[in-house]
């Protein structure tokens, strides 16, 4: 298909996750939800199984299709050449319920992950299936509520042996840790009897949901996550050992427009709020708990990094001047990269695209002037897409929020 333009409407992709929030997303994208189902993410990219549509002059188009077809112009023929997709995609999550505990291959052990549960006839859609295809998935978020909670690799040395030794149910753990440190302790709490997990962790689930109704707790207390997950049944057999990695992991709170970067073998959970996600165009996950998901140990512990991280919170590095409009947050990966717009009615920002990009506003509202005195309005929840080559421009009655994602030029790889 030949598009008479380079600038166009996108509608995403709605999933009703059983995690996901109620109002969030509906109200920011004014989507009716009459059966009030859950709303989990928002969906912008052109994954097989989700694809977004282009709104254009001859109505609406499928982002995956038009870019099988036409790959040159849609994502450049270097990014075809490089990825053979759009090598990102692009998200916003309502997150209610926790996530569960996960970990991801880098690109190499994707590659021989998918490889070897092809050659073993392991059906793609198994539940006990781990690589879904051949490709990394590192990801990056950015805060879209006043505070958002997730967990983000191991606690350093020092604060995990405090966490082994100041709870009593933990304290057979710390001389393990010390002799066999990270990998070791987690080994061993992933891989014991239910009976023994549970005979550690009954106790003191109880003693959390008690102390979080007394008001004793805080969320960043691991005690607090717990409870949550806890504090409406009085069941506490079949526990899920992903309790452990709530103390053994850092428990982060990210403020509005902060954002984090979860990189291959960082094991994590998103815990609480809303954000704008984008990742690697990839389904491999290898979970660590709080799901009743398949887990698979051994491919777990094989991928996971076992060390202490201190979080890396990134505030986004203004491009040009201080005072700039654009905040880039720097991802050390070459499938994609994100920029945060913040326009006032006084400013007006100018581009030219050198990829396909995807942009949303999610606050104002904005005019987007592209060649040939085309225009387009865009208001809050509404996205819109930039092929490659595009000089474009945006302004702002008042003040405005958008997101960009796009792919990093290849040269500068």
Request: charged letters at 20%.
């Amino acid at each position: 298909m030949s598009l008479q333009s380079k600038l166009y409407k996108l509608k995403g992709k709605v999933q009703h996750y059983a995690w996901g929030g109620f109002n969030f997303i509906p109200e920011l994208l004014h989507y009716p939800n009459p059966d009030n189902k859950p709303c989990a993410e928002y969906w912008m990219g052109a994954h097989p199984s989700a694809s977004s549509v282009l709104l254009t002059e001859n109505g609406e188009v499928n982002l995956n299709q038009l870019i099988k077809e036409s790959p040159a112009e849609t994502i450049t023929t270097a990014v075809n050449d490089k990825f053979g997709e759009l090598p990102y995609l692009f998200k916003l999550l309502d997150v209610h319920e926790m996530l569960s505990i996960q970990v991801h291959p880098t690109k190499s052990e994707a590659v021989k992950g998918f490889e070897a549960e092809e050659a073993a006839g392991v059906p793609i859609n198994a539940p006990n299936r781990n690589y879904k295809d051949k490709n990394h998935k590192p990801e990056v978020m950015v805060a879209l509520s006043e505070e958002f909670w997730l967990l983000h690799g191991f606690k350093p040395e020092q604060e995990l042996a405090d966490t082994l030794s100041l709870l009593h149910e933990f304290n057979v753990l710390l001389p393990l840790f010390k002799r066999d440190g990270y990998k070791g302790l987690y080994q061993y709490v992933m891989e014991m009897p239910q009976e023994d997990a549970d005979s550690i962790l009954a106790s003191l689930v109880k003693k959390e949901v008690r102390r979080k109704l007394n008001n004793e707790l805080s969320k960043d207390m691991p005690g607090w996550w717990v409870a949550k997950l806890y504090e409406n049944t009085d069941n506490y057999t079949n526990l899920d050992r992903g309790i452990f990695s709530i103390y053994f992991f850092n428990i982060v709170r990210i403020g509005k427009g902060e954002a984090i970067f979860q990189g291959a073998g960082i094991p994590h959970a998103y815990l609480e709020g809303q954000n704008a996600e984008l990742m690697a165009n990839s389904d491999n996950v290898l979970r660590g708990g709080l799901t009743p998901k398949h887990v698979d140990v051994p491919e777990l512990m094989k991928h996971t990094l076992f060390q202490g991280i201190h979080p890396n919170v990134m505030k986004g590095k203004h491009l040009g001047a201080f005072d700039s409009m654009e905040r880039n947050y720097p991802c050390p990966v070459p499938d994609f990269g994100i920029n945060k717009i913040e326009l006032n009615a006084d400013n007006k920002y100018s581009e030219i695209s050198t990829s396909f990009e995807i942009i949303i506003a999610t606050e104002g509202g904005v005019v987007v002037n592209g060649s040939n005195n085309q225009n387009i309005v865009i208001k809050a929840g509404e996205v819109f897409a930039v092929l490659p080559g595009e000089s474009y421009s945006i302004t702002s009655s008042g003040h405005s929020v958008l997101f960009k994602a796009f792919v990093p030029a290849i040269a500068e790889q």
